[in-house]
Each structure stands twice: as C-alpha cells, then as structure tokens.
C-alpha cells in the first residue's frame, strides 16, 4: 500500500495487529491525529457510521472533530449523502450534558465549518437513525457496536425460541421466518463489507476472523470501490492546511 | 424520609429533581461519595444490576468499587443472591483494557474484600447474564440503558412489522404474539418496579414520567420491600469504617 504496489488493503486479521501495522507502515494522513475504527450500523432508515468503534479508548477534544470530518467526507462520498448529519453521541440532547472531554467536543463540532453538525444524540436517536455519523469516543464506540450486535443476538434467540416452542409455532413461523433472518442479518456489520479504518494513509479495512466468503467478497468490492473514489484525496486535502494544535499521543 | 414519617420514597418526576431532593435533603450513607442510579436488565439468565446508569457522568476509581459494594449489598438482600458476581464493563476482558481510570478501577475491585470481582465484561457477557451487577460510570451506564432500550424498541418494530406484512402473516403470528410481547416486555426496565437510588440514606426509587398503574403498584411494592430490608443499614456499616479517601467533588 505505501509502496502503491496495491490500492486497497483487507484483512480479517487481529485489528491490533492490522492497526499497528496500517500506522507504521501506511502512516497517518498528515494533520489526522488519531484514526479511528467506523463501522456501519443498523437503523430504522438505512445505516449511521460509528466512528471512533474501538482504536482510541480517550479522546481529545479535536479527535471527536476530525471524526466527524473523514466520517462526512466517507459517507458524501461513498453513499452520495449530500450533507452527511453528525451527532455527538452523549447522554441527554441539552449541550451542557455529558463529561468534561465530550462538553468540549461540542463547543468544537458547532463551531467547525463543513460537517452538518446536528448536537447530541442518545441511544434512541442512534437506533432511529436521526445522524449520519454517530461520533464518540472509542470506549463508548466499541461498546455500543458490540451492545448492537449482543442485544440483536439475544433477541434473535429469544423470537427464535417462542417459534420453536410446539408444533403449531414452528408451523405458523414457517411464514415470515426468512423475513425476520434478514432483519436480524442487518445486526451482522461486517455483513456492510468490511469495516474502513479511517485516518491512516490509504484504504484500510478490516472484516471479522469468522467472516464468511460473501462477506469477504463484499468488503473487497468495499474497499475496490473506497480506492476508486477520492476519499483519501478528501481527507488529506482537508487536513493538508489544519493547524495541529495538539501534538500527537 | 429524613425525619422518618416515611419509610421509602418514589417519584415518577424529574431524575434530576428527585436525585437533588435525595442528596440535599435525605443526604448520602456517610462514607460513600457518589450515589448511583443502578436499574435491572434482562439478560438471556435473568436480570443484572446497571451501576450507575446515569448520575455521575465521569467517576473516580473509588466510586467503581464503591458501586460494587453497594451494588452487591442489594442484589444478595434483595434477590438473595449468595455471592453476587461483579463485572467490570469495558471494552475487552485484558486486564490492560480500557481508559486509565478503568484500569486503575480494574485494581481496585481485584484487590477488594467482600465484593465477588469477575473481571472486565464486554457487551455479549452482559445480555449473556455473566455478572449480577455490572460496574461503569454514569455516561457509559446511561448510553447502555437507554440502546437496551432503544434497540429493544427497534426490533420490537421491525418484527411486528413483519408480522403484520399480509394476511398470511398476520394470521400465522397470532400463534406467538403474546409470547413475543412478553420477551420484549422485559426490555421496558421500569417494569421491574422502579429504580433504586443507591447510596442515599434512606430507599428512594425512580420511576418513569409515563410509568403505567402496574408499573408504579410494582416499584410501590419494590420500595416497601426495600424499606422491610437490611440494605440500608449494611451499607451504612460497610462504610461506617471505610476511609474515604478522595474528596467529594
């Protein structure tokens, strides 16, 4: 990747290993200070991009906002949403709400020309898919999506249970299980193709140890089609002219 | 409560307000700095104990192993449970997981007596039911109650969705519907009779601004059963003794 002999890269591999090796040898697009796992999750509308979902477990300030600028340029750009919607994952809608880091963040989102910064959304907002890019740290991000997937695993057990229960339900489920096996199937988000590893410097992505060869397939032709579009120019030429106020951890 | 004309409170008003009204008026146990708020999750063995969901958006590690102690208090007198399993939320199992404040509370539970400390839990070993009481801070503890919930309501809808598809479907899902909604009834927290306030002096419980009649009669019976307990005043003795250490903020 760094040497151009390939535009893409993925790998099921461990994420630490993949990052480790995407940050040394790839390196970091200049001015992007941390990057940042963001997967895609379900909602009643389509999907919202979590970002960060695991690389950085405390954030600055200016971390949350450069997520939520390679968060918009990936989802303008890759799913063609005009104004990508960022919100802030937090605990309460008001903008005093939340930990001293997360208060900041906002100051610095609303203040941040070019990202559709629509304030703080909760747990409900995320499902109801009210942003486009959900931004948080990645503790809360990395608990979320594993919640996401725990929580869409119990319930598909528990329906799958009652349908099981006799022979009049498994008989009557006949009717919509397919249905409710592809609803379930949107909680897998590899099952989107891979999850991009955003910030560092070429297409990075990342699929699931147990992945199975669909998925595979699919987050090749992700992370095809992420190489043939100007993401990365995006990025770099977004950060190309910001000042780094904080130096690097 | 506090001059004892009552022997347990409930309020279905503002957390904010009833949390003000507890700590200024009823105060804290001597010996705990923060209280809590600590509701019950389903999980696919039973229930698990959230502590704290939402009071205290950014903790010491003292007040991780302090939940712990009261969390375990309650959950071995109310549910009789012998030696309640404390985990640890974050974002891997390690002991090397998470923020600098997880790790330090990671020590602390690990070197405490009284408490049956597990280890860090991850999202899948909380709906898997792996701990009775699962310890973070508020902001991470409000995030998960309010996806429980949200994610709950958002497959709720689209099964139901399914289910009502055609006539076929409609038809067929009569077999189970009772069933389906009584595994998503367990989503709805509340309906396990209201939400303790740990750590307060006195047994203060919190309902929800559209609690049903049932639901209030159950946190009604909740909170005389509170009352009728030890929980207050083995509280009051674990920390009786205990060195506070850190200033309250």
Redesign the interface.
């Known amino acids: 990747l760094k040497n151009k002999q390939t535009d893409s890269f993925f790998s099921c591999g461990n994420t630490g290993a993949l990052l480790t090796g995407a940050m040394l040898i790839t390196g970091r697009i200049k001015g992007i200070d941390r990057p940042a796992l963001a997967p895609m999750l379900p ?2 509308r389509g999907m919202t991009m979590l970002i960060d979902a ?1 690389l950085n ?2 954030c600055k300030p200016l971390n949350y906002e450069q997520f939520a600028q390679i968060g918009s340029i990936y989802m303008r750009t890759m799913y063609k949403i005009d104004k990508p919607k960022v919100g802030l ?1 937090n ?1 309460g809608t008001e903008e005093n ?4 880091v ?1 208060r900041e963040a906002y100051g610095r989102l609303s203040a941040l020309g070019g990202v559709n910064f629509i304030g703080n959304i ?3 907002d ?3 898919g009210k942003c486009d890019v959900a931004v948080c740290d ?3 991000g ?14 598909f ?3 799958y249970g ?2 099981g ?1 006799n022979a ?2 498994r008989l ?5 299980k397919k ?2 096996r592809n ?2 199937g949107k909680f897998d988000y590899e099952s989107y193709g891979g999850t991009p590893i955003l910030g560092v410097d070429g297409p990075v992505f990342k699929g699931h140890g147990n992945a199975s060869a669909k998925t595979v397939m699919k987050a090749i032709e992700c992370a095809v089609s992420f190489a043939s579009t100007s993401v990365q120019k995006q990025m770099r030429d977004c950060f190309s002219t910001a000042a780094v106020e904080d130096e690097p951890r």
């Open positions: 909602t009643k695991g477990s405390s994952l605990v709400k939340g930990t001293e997360v909760e747990g409900r995320l499902t109801d990645g503790f809360v990395n608990l979320v999506l594993k919640l996401y997937e725990s929580i869409g695993s119990y319930i057990d528990g329906i009652i349908f229960k009049f339900n009557a489920a006949a009717f919509f249905d409710v609803f379930f």
